[in-house]
């Protein structure tokens, strides 16, 4: 199994307020623990700079705009009440956007078989028309529509295991039966969306988890709700919004996952790929705000990735 890591040069780039829970040194938790060399097998490349107009794929027409208006021309601007823009931000929204659409083509072309990309801001709240959620673009939905678009894929699966669900990509694709959406997340729990009721046009799986919800927990809602679904539509090819703030130590959540979950859930992911879609499978950053529970899901997602099992890895 060859695997992908997109790495980001200039996640700095996008600077949050001191205190912030999503700020740069995530990125950078995540390049230490995929520097040892357990992980020296990773096809290693760096994600690209695109035209952030890309973006209208799955934004409404004045969303960029409203972006540009947000950003100052020094220091940091704010768009609501946790989700900032500093001057650099659009750069490195570009980047994250171009690493996960160069992590597609690779996988569509088959020079891996599958991907991680390590980027940031997140994605997955921003909706058509309106950034939140620390996340400025849905960059998730755009390499979903890319798919379609450039590459020719007709059913895409996006699978969802950050504990906040990703309103933004429900938004966007609820009417459009061509994409799966399925969400694992914590209910209570901003941004109050992603109730069981909300099923879109039977495109959409929402699996809320109480507070305190553990792996086994969250085991059962795969195996009796998301599976299903994720095998019955058959997709062309499998997305991961990949969050980790459903690890125990999460300040921002109330999951009570282990670093083993994810692995456990990466695997059962990997199943329904090998089985549907010649293996392949781009996973892309979201959430995730303990730094130690961030590289410890990030390594056993990435090891799985690469092996189908964890092996040695310790945290």
Not at 153 to 176: L, P, S, Y
Request: hydrophobic residues 40%.
């Amino acid at each position: 199994m060859t695997t992908l890591l997109i790495s980001q040069q200039n996640f700095e780039s996008h600077v949050t307020p001191e205190g912030h829970a999503e700020r740069a040194d995530r990125i950078r938790a995540i390049e230490d623990a995929l520097a040892r060399p357990r992980f020296d097998r990773l096809l290693r490349r760096d994600a690209p700079s695109v035209d952030l107009a890309l973006a209208e794929l799955v934004h409404g027409p004045r969303y960029l705009q409203r972006l540009r208006d947000a950003r100052p021309a020094e220091g940091i601007g704010q768009i609501d009440s946790d989700t900032f823009i500093s001057s650099g931000s659009l750069d490195t929204a570009s980047t994250a956007l171009g690493g996960g659409l160069a992590a597609l083509e690779a996988v569509i072309l088959g020079e891996a078989d599958n991907a991680f990309c390590a980027i940031r801001p997140p994605g997955h709240h921003a909706e058509r028309d309106t950034p939140m959620g620390f996340c400025l673009v849905n960059t998730i939905a755009v390499a979903a529509r890319e798919a379609q678009r450039k590459h020719g894929a007709e059913r895409i699966a996006i699978v969802d295991f950050d504990v906040h669900h990703g309103n933004g990509t429900q938004d966007i694709f609820q009417a459009d039966p061509s994409v799966f959406y399925a969400s694992s997340h914590q209910v209570p729990l901003y941004p109050g969306t992603g109730r069981a009721s909300e099923t879109g046009v039977g495109n959409i799986v929402n699996a809320p988890l109480p507070p305190g919800s553990d792996g086994a927990a969250m085991r059962e809602v795969y195996r009796d709700t998301i599976l299903p679904a994720l095998v019955n539509f058959s997709p062309d090819i499998l997305l991961i919004s990949a969050g980790f703030d459903a690890d125990y130590r999460d300040p921002l959540a109330e999951l009570d996952w282990e670093p083993g979950d994810f692995a456990w859930l990466t695997g059962k992911l990997m199943d329904v790929a090998e089985r549907y879609c010649g293996n392949r499978i781009v996973s892309l950053l979201e959430g995730g705000y303990d730094l130690k529970g961030l590289a410890g899901g990030v390594s056993h997602h990435v090891a799985m990735l690469m092996d189908g099992a964890v092996g040695d890895l310790k945290e």
